[in-house]
């Protein structure tokens, strides 16, 4: 829409432009009108034309990404429910009896069927960040750590929010935590994960990973990976779209109070408006 906004107004003030030295020739040089007028009629319906097909070329680019995108969400929902299918069917085998040596290949299919059911997520999420609608509703932190706990058995969260509530999409903020839950797990090799409450809009999450590796100025950018057992930074990436559409801000940075480059991340949510 912006794109859309910004060639209207090139094509409305180079219009004007050229009417107002166009109608100054005039008033300057009245027997020069009639040649001033014919060049100015055309650059005027040269700048319409001009205009308008690239106004065209913006509608038509913006027709074709979105019919891509929807593509991509449609694609990414339907492998969806086969994938969930298929975690629900190894863990009702990894409790079945009589399984124990073949335990370690259904935690493996396991864990690679939660790690693709998490990636097909964030696909449904990079489709919908800027064109989804919210429904907000109070949420609290504590609630969807302790469903996030169910999800990521191989990783110990410590909840330190004591009843942190926030005014947020229930979708959006659950995507939020798991990524950061993720990152932790399959990028730091972490153990633990803490989110810890700052002040009455602010959580800080730290984790027990190798801390962070790579270039920390392009942290965030997607589709950049860091090295060659690193992520499409994706997650990251999502993280910030998703705080700033719930009316939030992310911020990433390194430390090493404990270890080297420790990986620290701030979420500031918004101050909720009395109702």
């Known amino acids: ?21 166009t109608l100054l020739g005039i008033r300057r040089d009245p027997h020069a009108s009639k040649m001033l007028l014919s060049e100015g009629a055309f650059l005027v319906l040269s700048l319409i034309l001009g205009g308008l097909a690239f106004i065209r070329l913006i ?29 629900l069917q190894v863990e009702s085998l990894m409790d ?51 469903k996030a706990q169910g999800f990521w058995d191989s990783i110990e969260i410590i909840d330190r929010t004591g009843g942190f509530t926030v005014r947020a999409d229930r979708r ?12 932790a797990l399959k990028h730091g090799k972490a153990q633990r994960i803490e989110f810890i409450r700052e002040g009455d809009f602010v959580i800080t999450v730290v984790d027990d990973g190798v801390g962070f590796v790579g270039d920390f100025s392009k942290l965030g950018q997607a589709f950049h990976r860091q090295g060659v057992s690193s992520g499409s930074g994706v997650g990251v990436y999502l993280i910030h779209k998703m705080m700033e559409k719930i009316n939030g801000y992310a911020r990433f940075s390194l430390s090493s109070l404990k270890r080297p480059n420790e990986l620290k991340c701030e979420l500031f949510f918004a101050p909720r408006i009395p109702s």
């Open 96 to 146: 079945g009896q009589g399984l124990s040596s073949q335990q370690p290949v259904l935690k493996r299919l396991f864990s690679d069927s939660v790690r693709l059911e998490h990636q097909l997520e964030n696909a449904l999420a990079l489709a919908e960040v800027e064109d989804g609608h919210l429904f907000l509703e109070t949420l609290t932190i504590s609630e969807l750590l302790s």
């Open 172 to 183: 959006v903020l659950e995507r939020i935590l798991n990524n950061l839950i993720q990152n």
């Open 1 to 21: 829409m912006k794109s859309i906004w910004f060639a209207t107004l090139w094509l409305v003030f180079n219009v004007s432009l050229v009417l107002w030295w």
């Open 59 to 87: 509608l038509k680019e913006r027709h074709r990404v979105k019919r891509l995108r929807d593509f991509y969400a449609a694609f990414s929902h339907e492998l969806k429910t086969p994938i969930a299918s298929l975690r």
